[in-house]
């Protein structure tokens, strides 16, 4: 049986925009033949700043711990086979890998097809979107680590595609794991080195998950790096996505012919037009709230 988990996720990540990402999502996906789940998010209030601030280091920490137990008990509420997650940022795949993690043990292989590796801890960013690979290795801080897998997924079973240009803490991360990494030139001269890492690791379980920041935002526009309202120098320093959608498919159907894919997440979709059209129609008359009309 194959769990649809619909998480709107916008806390992790700091932008209310992704929890319309998700929804959208949901919209746009295949009809799911097994169940579909919501996790309920905190509900977006702009009269509330401090439904984002900052403990012990990481942006609205009550939260998304919260959310992540929530996903959790979801999940195990039907024990499934196989998981897609439709999200919201990229923690979202947390829950489902670690349940998949759990379910398939030793064989189990995660592909994680973005720009950037999200090995980070609080000690180096305050955003819990940033944090899931290192959690599924078991590093992080307790509360977090209460979330991960049982026993860490194996290192070399866990493979970054379409990433480029770390941050210092993250190659760090990388090497001390000894974490294979495919570039945006291989992926897009075909991925034969994903065909290769799944044989080479004897992986017979995949969960793969695509944080569309791996794409090229020249091609394909509603992406954390696209903000409208961001400052010019807001992103530099920051590895941007080189794919297209074509090329992620690639990867996918590599993963499929090769091994069992048990697992897909698909986050940080961020559809800012979509959102500057919801917030216009919402200030429109008849469309938006109501003010009392004379009879007539």
Not at 42 to 55: E, G, N, R, V
Not at 110 to 120: E, F, N, R
Not at 139 to 150: A, I, L, Y
Not at 218 to 226: G, K, M
């Amino acid at each position: 049986m194959t769990l649809r988990l619909i998480y709107p996720d916008w806390q992790a990540g700091g932008l209310p925009c992704y929890r319309l990402g998700a929804q959208l999502l949901e919209f746009l996906a295949p009809p799911s033949a097994g169940p579909t789940e919501h996790i309920t998010t905190a509900p977006i209030d702009p009269t509330a700043p401090d439904s984002l601030a900052s403990q012990d280091g990481v942006v609205a920490k009550p939260a998304v711990l919260a959310d992540l137990a929530q996903a959790s008990k979801t999940i195990a509420k039907h024990a499934p086979d196989r998981i897609v997650t439709l999200g919201g940022d990229c923690l979202v795949s947390l829950p489902s890998f670690t349940y998949l993690a759990n379910r398939y043990g030793a064989g189990f292989g995660v592909l994680w097809v973005d720009a950037h590796p999200d090995v980070s801890r609080p000690e180096t960013y305050d955003h819990a979107h940033a944090y899931p690979v290192a959690l599924l290795l078991r590093e992080g801080s307790e509360e977090f680590v209460k979330h991960s897998p049982t026993t860490a997924v194996t290192s070399s079973h866990v493979l970054f595609a379409g990433m480029h240009s770390p941050l210092p803490h993250e190659q760090e991360f990388i090497d001390r794991h000894g974490i294979a990494t495919v570039s945006p030139a291989q992926v897009q001269l075909g991925g034969q080195e994903v065909r290769d890492w799944i044989r080479r690791e004897g992986i017979t379980h995949l969960a793969v998950h695509i944080d569309l920041d791996v794409l090229d935002e020249a091609r394909f526009h509603s992406l954390y790096f696209s903000r409208p309202d961001a400052a010019s120098d807001a992103f530099d320093g920051i590895a941007r996505g080189k794919l297209s959608l074509m090329d992620v498919a690639g990867l996918l159907r590599i993963a499929d012919e090769e091994t069992d894919v048990v697992g897909v997440s698909v986050a940080e979709y961020l559809p800012w037009d979509a959102l500057n059209l919801q917030r216009f129609l919402a200030s429109l008359p008849l469309l938006g709230q109501e003010k009392p009309r004379k009879s007539t």
